[in-house]
């Protein structure tokens, strides 16, 4: 780019930036000048970045009203509410009657399709909660969604009623509310893909349970078949399977009372559980112990995979 063409450019850019402090500026602005002098030689190039930087920009609050106005009345509704809750300035600018200009006559509807909070805007009011009355903000008085399942105010099975006016279940799986249409058939209270997630993991937790209640029996089995001679871990596995059934039990009765919104049983199952560790802990040490750190016993004559499926049994029980 020519020289002069350059200049003109950069001047121009200095005048609409209009400095605070004009001195300085054009201090800066030789300054630079003289920095990308090479070798002596002056090659009449302003620096173009000292000249931005000597140009601070005036705040936003300098611009006139019309401008602020002609801006605010080109936004969303979401944007408008976001500036006015930004500061004091714009609190004072954005006058309810601003607001009732703008958006005259659809204020109302475009009020009813924000949510309050985080000012998403719904213009279906399917993602909304139905608005209360009696809240003083109302009609922005709607929480979106997600607002509204942060807040704990979604609770799984129970119904809720959208900002449509139609009633949803709340999903037990995702804890959002289930429309008509997105609900399963089978049970209204979950969505459709929600459902089968459910079942999936229904089905899973009985086949682990499944196991783990064989394990539980095979175990102690294993060790009254093969060590019935040695006392302490014939009493540990005994106790081991008495303490199964009786954290079984508590689950059981956990889940039959409702879950843990009537009867709270954890403290009790992790004590069962951890006394379970320690017995299984105990049986596994003997063992070990037995074969091999006392190879002189030679009266058990039990084959090492067998042994070995004791150890194996009860660390899975653990
Ligand atoms: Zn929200
Ligand atoms: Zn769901």
């Given at each position: ?7 003109a450019?950069?001047m121009t850019?200095?005048h ?5 402090d ?32 000597a140009?601070?920009p ?9 401008i602020?106005?002609?801006i ?6 979401a ?7 930004s500061?004091?300035?714009y ?10 200009a703008?958006f005259?006559?659809n ?7 924000h949510?309050?909070k985080c000012?998403?805007?719904d ?13 003083p ?21 129970r ?13 037990h ?5 289930a ?20 079942n999936?993991a ?7 349970g499944?196991?783990q209640?064989?394990?539980?029996i095979?175990?102690?089995a294993?060790?009254w078949h093969l060590?019935?001679?040695?006392p ?14 009786l954290?079984t ?5 956990r889940?039959l ?8 049983t954890?403290h009790?199952?992790?004590i069962?559980e951890a006394?379970?560790?320690a ?8 063992v ?6 006392l ?18 049994f009860a660390?899975?029980?653990?």
């Amino acid at each position: 780019m020519a020289p002069r063409a350059q200049n003109a450019m950069v001047m121009t850019l200095w005048h609409i930036r209009k400095p605070l402090d004009a001195l300085a500026s054009i201090y800066s602005l030789y300054n630079g000048r003289s920095k990308t002098t090479e070798g002596g030689r002056n090659n009449n190039n302003i620096n173009m970045e000292n000249i931005v930087a000597a140009a601070p920009p005036r705040p936003i609050f300098s611009l006139p009203d019309e401008i602020h106005m002609l801006i605010i009345g080109n936004l969303p509704f979401a944007d408008i509410e976001r500036l006015r809750r930004s500061c004091q300035f714009y609190r004072n600018l954005i006058t309810p009657s601003l607001v009732w200009a703008i958006f005259s006559p659809n204020l109302r509807s475009t009020l009813l399709s924000h949510c309050y909070k985080c000012l998403r805007h719904d213009p279906d009011r399917t993602k909304l909660l139905c608005p209360d009355q009696l809240n003083p903000r109302y009609p922005l008085s709607s929480r979106c969604l997600d607002c509204a399942s942060r807040d704990g105010y979604l609770v799984g099975g129970r119904k809720v009623v959208l900002a449509n006016f139609t009633t949803a279940w709340v999903c037990h799986w995702c804890g959002y509310p289930a429309p008509w249409g997105d609900s399963s058939r089978v049970a209204p209270d979950f969505h459709s893909s929600c459902y089968s997630k459910f079942n999936t993991a229904t089905n899973a937790f009985y086949l682990l349970g499944t196991i783990q209640a064989m394990v539980a029996i095979v175990t102690p089995a294993l060790c009254w078949h093969l060590y019935a001679r040695i006392p302490s871990i014939m009493g540990l596995s005994i106790a081991a399977f008495v303490v199964s059934l009786l954290s079984t039990a508590v689950s059981a009765f956990r889940v039959l009372s409702g879950g843990d919104r009537y009867l709270r049983t954890y403290h009790i199952s992790v004590i069962l559980e951890a006394s379970l560790l320690a017995m299984w802990s105990g049986i596994i040490y003997t063992v070990i112990q037995q074969q091999v750190l006392l190879p002189e016993n030679v009266g058990l004559r039990i084959e090492r995979p067998n042994w070995y499926a004791v150890i194996t049994f009860a660390a899975i029980n653990m």
